[in-house]
């Protein structure tokens, strides 16, 4: 089973600023099977990226996916404060085993 | 528009069952695979189930094998969460979610999540 590993925890910054969150595999991971998923409080998670890099419909360019292979990157090039919530990686690997990472909160500093 | 509701959840004492529902509008509902992700009180997401479009492959993550049972109605735009033999640690948020396709490989739409509590 592939482990992915999010850091950091929390990220603490302010509006304007820029977020880097990481996603580290056990193993190498197809970058058609990664995918980013933003959660705010009470609601459900919802798809921002997918395919490493492709932006899901609807969904600001100010998220950028990148990376290949074990290393993953989402960055919110100028945070809104709407983007303060938790972020989550998941990966469709070989084992036919959907995983996600235990997340990154992206609070306000 | 895409919707998903669960319905289904609630409380249940330890080696109870519970069957969710989730019923699906604003899309070819056969057409998509199909699947059940929980997440823990305060937790993480964790996938449970997965069921293809027509019902014929369906996988389960280890912690539910042989408990849970995923299936589908495609004339009733449903998808169905057979739980038994239900634990403490099953206690959770349970989403149905869309697998997005070829073309969108990721979790497209999700449901609102419904709450199934195991305690005695």
């Known amino acids: 089973e592939i482990v992915l590993t999010q850091s950091p925890g929390t990220l603490s910054l302010s509006p304007g600023e820029r977020a880097t969150l990481s996603c580290r595999a056990s193993?190498?991971?197809?970058?058609?099977?990664l995918a980013w998923y933003q959660q705010k409080p009470g609601q459900a998670p919802r798809l921002l990226i997918y395919?490493?890099?492709s932006r899901a419909t609807g969904i600001p360019d100010r998220f950028s996916g990148s990376g290949s292979g074990t290393d993953f990157t989402l960055t919110i090039s100028r945070l809104e404060p709407e983007d303060f919530a938790v972020y989550y990686c998941?990966?469709?690997?070989?084992?036919?085993?959907?995983?996600f990472g235990q997340g990154t909160k992206v609070e306000i500093k | 528009q895409v919707q998903l509701v669960e319905s289904g959840g609630g409380l249940v004492k330890p080696g109870g069952s519970l069957r969710l529902s989730c019923a699906a509008s604003?899309?070819?509902?056969?057409?998509?695979?199909m699947s059940w992700i929980r997440q823990a009180p305060g937790k993480g997401l964790e996938w449970v189930s997965y069921?293809?479009?027509?019902?014929?492959?369906?996988y389960y993550a280890d912690s539910v094998k042989g408990r849970f049972t995923i299936s589908r109605d495609n004339a009733k735009n449903s998808l169905y969460l057979q739980m038994n033999s239900l634990r403490a640690e099953d206690t959770a948020v349970y989403y149905c979610?869309?697998?997005?396709?070829?073309?969108?490989?990721?979790?497209?739409?999700w449901g609102q999540g419904t709450l199934v509590t195991v305690s005695s």
């Open positions: 979610a869309r697998d997005g396709g070829q073309l969108v490989t990721g979790f497209d739409y």
């Open positions: 604003g899309f070819t509902f056969s057409d998509y695979y």
């Open positions: 069921i293809s479009s027509s019902g014929s492959t369906i």
């Open positions: 193993q190498s991971v197809s970058s058609s099977y």
């Open positions: 395919g490493a890099s």
């Open positions: 998941q990966q469709y690997g070989s084992s036919l085993l959907w995983t």
